[in-house]
């Protein structure tokens, strides 16, 4: 447990200056080369017991491996004995990539990354301008009989 636990205060002392400037747009290519081959190194071998995702421009999400929205959506699918088939979700950050990629028909707002949105069927306005509602249409317009 404690070389996790140093594992992760290395992760974080690493990444920590990055994202304490949040005027500044995270550039994964433009980092320190010897912070990423750290960094790299300790997700590698912490993987089994941690997953990492950017959450907004300046924030990155610990959490134990496994816990996820794509696991939560899966456990839900199955108690409520849906079809896999008629679930959707919508999101618009790396932090949905998993419920993304788990469901039938996955959708991102506008705001969303291109590589968020190139794992959706469709694209919404952005999440101020009504992305749910949107959402709550097309799925009724297209899979709603």
Not at 46 to 54: E, G, I, Q, T, V
Not at 61 to 89: C, D, F, I, R, Y
């Amino acid at each position: 447990m404690k070389k996790i636990v140093f594992a992760f205060i290395i992760l974080l002392s690493c990444l920590f200056p990055i994202f304490a400037d949040s005027s500044k747009n995270i550039d994964v290519e433009n980092l320190d080369t010897k912070k990423l081959k750290i960094i790299k190194k300790i997700i590698e071998e912490y993987n089994k017991y941690f997953d990492c995702f950017l959450t907004s421009r300046f924030t990155l999400e610990v959490v134990k491996s496994g816990v996820n929205k794509g696991s939560a959506v899966k456990k839900l699918t199955e108690h409520l004995n849906l079809m896999p088939q008629n679930v959707a979700a919508i999101g618009d950050y790396y932090n949905d990539v998993k419920m993304l990629e788990s469901v039938a028909h996955p959708v991102c707002c506008g705001q969303a990354p291109d590589d968020i949105k190139s794992i959706c069927e469709h694209v919404t306005c952005h999440c101020n301008d009504g992305a749910v509602c949107e959402f709550i249409n097309y799925i009724e317009q297209n899979y709603i009989v």
